[in-house]
Antibody
Framework: EVQLVESGGGLVQPGRSLRLSCAAS????????MHWVRQVPGKGLEWVSG????????GYVDSVKGRFTISRDNGKNSLYLQMSSLRAEDTAFYYC????????????????WGQGTLVTVSS | QSVLTQPPSASGTPGQRVTISCSGSSSNIGSNDVYWYQHLPGTAPKLLIYRNNLRPSGVPDRFSGSKSGTSASLAISGLRSEDEADYHCAAWDDSLSGGGVFGGGTRLTVL
C-alpha cells in the first residue's frame, strides 16, 4: 500500500524557516517524480514545487522561487521542502504528492497524496 | 486567484447528473491534459480522472471527464451522498514560469 506521510509543519514567525518532510513507502520511491502542493484553508490547491526521480529537474511556482528548496533522498525514501523567509501568505496545508512518471512530463498526474501538514506563519 | 476557473459550488439530488466546468487558456488546458481530483477535507486528495477522460482503477464509471479547446468538464451521474466533496481540475501550464496549475475547486453538495 502506498503511503505518504508529511511532517514538520507548525507555527512559525514571518521571516523564519521551516523544513517539511515526506516519508514514502509502498512503492519504489526512486522511480518517480514527487511534488509539493499546498492549500490555503477554504481555497484551491496550488502546485508549489516538483522534483524528478533523480533530482535533475526541479521546478517552483513563482511565488516561492528563491525562498523554498525541494530535495529528495532516495536512500531514505524521503522528500523535503526547505522553506525560508516565510510569509503570512505561505500559511496553508502542504501535501506531498507522487507523480505517475519519473520526470516532468508536462502533466499534473499525482496518483497518491499524503494527508498534509499545516504550516501557519504568524507573529 | 486560481489560474483555472471553476464554479465555487454545485449541487444535486441523489440519482441526478451534475457537471462541473473548468476553464483555462491556450497555455494550459488548450495544450495539455486535464486531471480531476476529489478531496474530502482532512483527507488526502484522490486522482479521479487523468488525461482528460480516463479513470484510475477503482473509480466508478459514474465519473467521466471531457475536454474541448480550453475548457474541460467533470460529470457525475447517479449522484450519491458519498460524492459530496471538493473537486479540483488541474493541468500543466506552458507559460514562461511553467508548472502545474489548479482550479479554485468546486464544493459539491448532495441535497
Amino acid at each position: 500500500e502506498v503511503q505518504l506521510v508529511e511532517s514538520g509543519g507548525g507555527l512559525v514567525q514571518p521571516g523564519r524557516s521551516l523544513r517539511l518532510s515526506c516519508a514514502a513507502s509502498g512503492f519504489t520511491f526512486e522511480d518517480y517524480a514527487m511534488h509539493w502542493v499546498r492549500q490555503v484553508p477554504g481555497k484551491g490547491l496550488e502546485w508549489v514545487s516538483g522534483i524528478s526521480w533523480n533530482g535533475g529537474i526541479i521546478g517552483y511556482v513563482d511565488s516561492v522561487k528563491g525562498r523554498f528548496t525541494i530535495s529528495r533522498d532516495n536512500g531514505k525514501n524521503s522528500l523535503y521542502l526547505q522553506m525560508s523567509s516565510l510569509r503570512a501568505e505561505d500559511t496553508a496545508f502542504y501535501y506531498c504528492a507522487k507523480d505517475s512518471s519519473s520526470g516532468f512530463a508536462r502533466a499534473t498526474e499525482y496518483d497518491y497524496w499524503g494527508q498534509g501538514t499545516l504550516v501557519t506563519v504568524s507573529s | 486567484q486560481s489560474v483555472l476557473t471553476q464554479p465555487p459550488s454545485a449541487s444535486g439530488t441523489p440519482g441526478q447528473r451534475v457537471t462541473i466546468s473548468c476553464s483555462g487558456s491556450s497555455s494550459n488546458i488548450g495544450s495539455n491534459d486535464v486531471y480531476w481530483y476529489q478531496h474530502l477535507p482532512g483527507t488526502a486528495p484522490k486522482l479521479l480522472i487523468y488525461r482528460n477522460n480516463l479513470r484510475p482503477s477503482g473509480v466508478p464509471d459514474r465519473f467521466s471527464g471531457s475536454k474541448s479547446g480550453t475548457s474541460a468538464s467533470l460529470a457525475i451521474s447517479g449522484l450519491r451522498s458519498e460524492d459530496e466533496a471538493d473537486y479540483h481540475c488541474a493541468a500543466w501550464d506552458d507559460s514562461l514560469s511553467g508548472g502545474g496549475v489548479f482550479g479554485g475547486g468546486t464544493r459539491l453538495t448532495v441535497l
